[in-house]
T-cell receptor, first 111, second 113 residues
Framework: SQTIHQWPATLVQPVGSPLSLECTVE??????LYWYRQAAGRGLQLLFY??????ISSEVPQNLSASRPQDRQFILSSKKLLLSDSGFYLC??????????FGPGTRLTVT | QKEVEQNSGPLSVPEGAIASLNCTYS??????FFWYRQYSGKSPELIMS????GDKEDGRFTAQLNKASQYVSLLIRDSQPSDSATYLC?????????????FGSGTQLTVLP
């Protein structure tokens, strides 16, 4: 069966510091991968998606970036965090159907 | 108009009652519809998917789809306190290779013992 991992689970970072969040999927090949952010009390905002290694599409212009160095690895990065980057970051995977399955998430607080 | 709209709630029902959650979407070409359950502090969990007009039942959950009215709903029968969560409606508004979903803002459900 498929499993999706995210780490770290929680993170507290000062404004202006860099960020690296990692997501890996097990038990499947060539998945579509997604990064979402959920601000407190808000809906899910799609940040990036990827249909293959090195293929990244950005949905919202911002100071975040994403990379997919391996088939089942998806990384979310920032060079300098802003207060507004605080939120619950969710990685999701999907295959040929439209279903998406979420990882456990990383709760980021920028102070 | 929001692309995927849900009643924001909160919705409270007594234990054992039927909870009805509603969702409307903007684009008639949409083909795929999903309901996710999100417990407080946790990530969303897929609980139902529906692709054709009509009803789809899975245990205590029934998803209903009416493409002509651009409306999808989730019924929870015999509601339990463990059903208390936020329910997210998701729609693939632009069918294509990227399989992107647009999520509603969610309806918070509380089942009272």
């Amino acid at each position: 069966s498929q499993t999706i991992h995210q780490w770290p689970a929680t993170l507290v970072q000062p404004v202006g510091s860099p960020l690296s969040l990692e997501c890996t999927v097990e038990g499947t090949s060539n998945p579509n991968l997604y990064w979402y952010r959920q601000a407190a009390g808000r809906g899910l905002q799609l940040l990036f998606y990827s249909v293959g290694i090195g293929q990244i599409s950005s949905e919202v212009p911002q100071n975040l970036s994403a990379s997919r160095p391996q088939d089942r690895q998806f990384i979310l990065s920032s060079k300098k965090l802003l207060l507004s980057d605080s939120g619950f970051y969710l990685c999701a995977w999907g295959l040929a159907g439209d279903e998406q399955y979420f990882g456990p998430g990383t709760r980021l607080t920028v102070t | 108009q929001k692309e995927v709209e849900q009643n924001s709630g909160p919705l409270s029902v007594p234990e054992g009652a039927i909870a009805s959650l509603n969702c409307t979407y903007s684009d008639r070409v949409s083909q795929s519809f999903f309901w996710y359950r999100q417990y407080s502090g946790k990530s969303p969990e897929l609980i139902m998917s529906i692709y054709s007009n009509g009803d789809k039942e899975d245990g205590r959950f029934t998803a209903q789809l009416n493409k002509a009215s651009q409306y999808v709903s989730l019924l929870i029968r015999d509601s339990q306190p463990s059903d208390s969560a936020t329910y997210l409606c998701a729609v693939n508004l632009r069918p294509g290779s990227a399989r992107q979903l647009t999520f509603g803002s969610g309806t918070q459900l509380t089942v009272l013992p």
